[in-house]
């Protein structure tokens, strides 16, 4: 397995770098789902970048307690500040690279996980490594569990061919330079979700189809 890529540098301009590029566009995007999320008490998110999402979700959920996993020591620095008081009581941090992720640190008084959250996230990962990480999370799941996955995604026809395409290709490659990201391509995550027994419920795009929000709820354990 290489090496996870270093996001601590972005840590500070994060913010200001993704609404210079796409506006409030990526954060609606995130929030898409929060209404249907308010029965949710066990929430795992993944790679959160500065914590604006976790931080929302905390105010837009008073009950949600969160593990928050990220491979940036300076993001999850960032995510703490942003939870500011919930941070203590309802905010565990775990620096952890996903690809490698177990759920070790949890108590055994822990109930499963009935939230998930991959908020332009899974990009940063190959298929095989999206699929991982989906068996990793199922075993830990409640049998009525939710992702929420946020991402980009090129749409088809000549839009996704001539507009998107290239435009995600170039944002791999300032990624990669930035960060050390090894990853070119969007991984399937349909397929690696579907294969761990995930099961597509609502999607949204947004800006012709580069971006999508979509959740997806846990299919029973005996699903053919």
Known sequence: MSSAPNFNRLAGPYRWLEYATFGPWLSWARSAFLPQLSACRHGLVFGDGDGRFTARLLRANTDIHIDAVDASPAMLSALVRRAGPHHARRVRTQLADARAWQPN??????????????HFFLDCLTTEEVQSLAATVRNVAAPSAVWVVSDFAIPPGWFGSTVTRPLIWALYRAFGWLTDLGVRNLPDHHSALGATGFILHDRRTWLGGLLASELWCSAPANRP
Do not use: G
């Open 105 to 118: 640190s949890r108590r055994s008084s822990d109930r499963p996980y009935d939230a998930i959250f991959t």
